[in-house]
Structure formats: structure tokens, C-alpha cells
């Protein structure tokens, strides 16, 4: 998957412990799917944003 690709090269230049905000505009993905992109990518999920007024999932990783 691309979206698999891209975090993974986010994860790679980041600094290690770097937070990383990630969105899904258009909830593309499930939340369980997107978390587990996440994790595919090394990512670690430290906090989640899902709101009925957001037409998005707004997620803050870690690089681990």
C-alpha cells in the first residue's frame, strides 16, 4: 500500500522519540485498519482524536 509506504519513510527520517502527527482526512481506512498501518509502519500510537465534528482521525505518534 502506498499510505504503508509513506509512514514507513516518515518513520525513517524522523528522529527517534519524534511525534508524529498523523490524519485520514477522509476515514479512508477503519480506526482499527488505521492504527494497525500505524503499528505496520513502526509507529506508536499515543494519543487519538475521533469526534463526531471531525471529518477526520487525527492521530499522534511516536517513532519507536
Known amino acids: 500500500l502506498p499510505i504503508l509506504e509513506t509512514l514507513r519513510e ?3 527520517i524522523a528522529d527517534y522519540n519524534a511525534l508524529i502527527v498523523v490524519t485520514d482526512l477522509k476515514k479512508a ?6 492504527k494497525a498501518l500505524l503499528h505496520s509502519a513502526g509507529l506508536r500510537v ?8 471531525l471529518k477526520c482521525h487525527v492521530v499522534v505518534s ?3
Open 10 to 12: 516518515i518513520k525513517r
Open 46 to 53: 499515543v494519543s487519538l482524536k475521533e469526534d463526531a465534528m
Open 62 to 64: 511516536v517513532r519507536s
Open 29 to 34: 481506512f477503519s480506526l482499527d485498519t488505521f
